[in-house]
């Protein structure tokens, strides 16, 4: 899901994605603690989907 925000905000923009993940951090995921063998966490998934909302990417 973060890969999925992060790639669609940023169209391929090195400078958009390094942003993207700064607000993501910001807004309290710690992204580099998630890869896509980590168990789901239902609380961080929920957070990502609004995420994504504000950014306008549906995950």
């Not at 993207?20 to 995921?29: C, H, N, P, S």
Request: hydrophobic letters at 45%; glycine letters at 6%; a positive charge.
């Amino acid at each position: 899901m973060i890969q999925k925000i992060v790639t669609e905000k940023s169209k391929g923009n090195a400078v958009i994605a390094s942003s993207v993940k700064t607000k993501i951090i910001l807004k309290g995921i710690a992204i580099d603690k998630y890869t896509p063998t980590s168990p789901d966490d239902v609380a961080v998934m929920q957070k990502l989907r609004q995420i994504g909302m504000e950014f306008g990417v549906f995950v």
